[in-house]
């Protein structure tokens, strides 16, 4: 499974950024796909996902209402447009694929088998 983030770049605080993780043939049930962070010597943490079968999109408490994730099954990618911008967002973006997520782990990191290569987003003060 092949997975592909980008998108990530320089921003200043209060700025927008969108990414995009192609996921090819990974968009539709029974796949979840999901978003993930990472800094410095601290494990990866959840972002946002759609749960494959519930439809409903899930955010981590720290970017609700800024993040914004979508899908377009058509082009086999998922997107986290990235809204007001903080920098305590700074850090190394991965999209996550799994066929097994269930709505209690969905923001699990060990959940998900398949990752992508990540994306540096920097957001500058």
Known sequence: VQLQASGGGLVQAGGSLSLSCSAPGR???PWTVAWFR?????DRRFVAAMHRSAGRISYADSVKGR????RDTA??????QMNSLKP???AVYYCAASSSVTTSNLASETAYAYWGQGTLVTVSS
């Open 67 to 70: 993040f914004a994730y979508s």
């Open 75 to 80: 082009r086999s990618t998922v997107y986290l």
């Open 88 to 90: 305590e967002d700074t």
């Open 38 to 42: 990472q800094t410095p010597g601290m």
């Open 27 to 29: 968009t539709r049930s």
